[in-house]
């Protein structure tokens, strides 16, 4: 897909009418009341490749407190010092895999996503600009990789699945890619874009 209809499509689904995403969306019956949120920013970021376009996804670090091992977005928890989530996602991503924000355009937000673990997500959407590779921060990321974002987008490729959690049966989305286990919440806001742009 040449590069501008790509970023018209994406930049016109983010803008549009869509579905919102969350981790109760499959447990709605374990959202506790009264639950308070802190919040956090992701980057979507696409990567045009010789192969077509591609979205970059991190391994976090085993050593991590929290989700060590899983497939995420780069990002984190907005700090003081952000001026707003956005700024917080493009930081993250700069700490994280060495993006430069000045190299990214974001094309718009997907609505924010609650998560288990408590924290609203605010996942933006960004196009980088030229070529890039990720330099990796080892103390928080593991790996970082791409998945091309057709096999991202088509919803045939998502599944759901379930796991005891704190003594319950709780459902969850998949996208496995390759040797990649795509789970939980970064699954969960990839099948919201797919379903915009279907």
């Keep these: 897909m040449p590069a501008s209809e790509m970023i018209d499509r994406m930049r016109a689904a983010l803008h549009g009418d869509g579905p919102q995403s969350s981790d109760f969306d499959l447990n709605p019956q374990f959202r506790p009341n009264g639950l308070k949120l802190r919040p956090a920013a992701v980057l979507m970021t696409l990567v045009e490749q010789p192969g077509g376009w591609a979205v970059l996804l991190t391994k976090r670090a085993s050593t991590l407190k929290h989700h060590p091992g899983q497939i995420a977005f780069p990002g984190g928890k907005v700090d003081p010092g952000d001026a707003d989530p956005q700024a917080a996602a493009l930081r993250e991503a700069h700490e994280e895999v060495g993006l430069d924000p000045a190299q990214v355009t974001i094309l718009g937000a997907m609505p ?3 998560t288990v673990t408590g924290f609203t997500v605010y996942p933006f959407v960004g196009v980088v600009n030229g070529p890039f590779t990720p330099v990796i921060e080892a103390g928080e990321v593991e790996e970082a990789f791409f998945v091309p974002l057709a096999h991202l ?8 699945q379930s796991r ?7 459902g969850y989305y998949t996208v496995p890619w390759g040797p990649y ?8 806001m990839l099948r919201a874009v797919a379903a915009r742009l279907a």
């Design 164 to 170: 005891a959690w704190l003594g319950q049966r709780r």
């Design 112 to 114: 924010p996503h609650e």
């Design 153 to 160: 987008l088509d919803e045939r490729n998502y599944a759901i």
């Design 181 to 188: 286990y795509i789970w939980g919440a970064t699954a969960r």
